[in-house]
């Protein structure tokens, strides 16, 4: 009887503490990564301009609040894993400015800054063991709306800036990200 009475007596102190507890909301995202918020939690699938039919091109990318609201990360594949990457944006008080670092399955990586205005913002990144020379890359994204992400970009190629990828996203929640 007293084990009964004392576990009677636990459930209801397990019961009102849970029921005091009321849920807590995720912390927010950072206020300098806001303009990104419409793009978070969705998977976006972009045909590149130059695809053909009998050669398609296209990438699908995730869009992820990070670190309790402090950063971004997008995972992105290019046809089914051929070559992807994951990438990681974050305000950086000392630069003022949005800093983003991208790591590849072809070995290289980048790190560069981001200007934003508005729904449209502009990249810089210095790019490290590229086996193709390329040392920086510059692109232009812009937001028409929360289902729809246009990219280009141009590379600096052997000190020669090359016309890089042009890509129309729109969102394709069943697309996912491969890695192989």
Excluded: C
Excluded at 106 to 130: L, Q, Y
Excluded at 158 to 175: F, L, M, R, T, V
């Amino acid at each position: 009887m007293v084990r009964i009475l004392g576990l009677a007596m636990l459930l209801t102190l397990m019961l009102s503490v849970a029921s005091t507890n009321e849920p807590v909301a995720p912390p927010a995202l950072h206020e300098q990564l806001k303009v990104f918020e419409p793009l978070l939690g969705k998977t976006f699938r972009g045909e590149f301009a130059n695809s053909t039919p009998d050669k398609p091109k296209f990438d699908v990318a995730r869009w992820e609040r990070a670190m309790n609201g402090q950063a971004i990360r997008i995972l992105h594949s290019v046809n089914d894993g051929e070559y992807g990457g994951e990438t990681i944006l974050m305000w950086e008080p000392s630069k003022k400015s949005i800093s983003y670092w991208y790591f590849t399955t072809a070995g290289f990586h980048t790190e560069g800054t981001m200007d934003v205005n508005g729904r449209e913002w502009t990249s810089t990144e210095k790019v490290v063991g590229n086996a193709n020379g390329i040392t920086e890359v510059q692109a232009t994204s812009k937001l028409n709306d929360a289902s729809e992400l246009t990219v280009s970009s141009k590379y600096l190629s052997n000190g020669q800036w090359e016309k890089g990828h042009e890509i129309q996203y729109k969102s394709a929640p069943d697309a996912k990200v491969v890695f192989k």
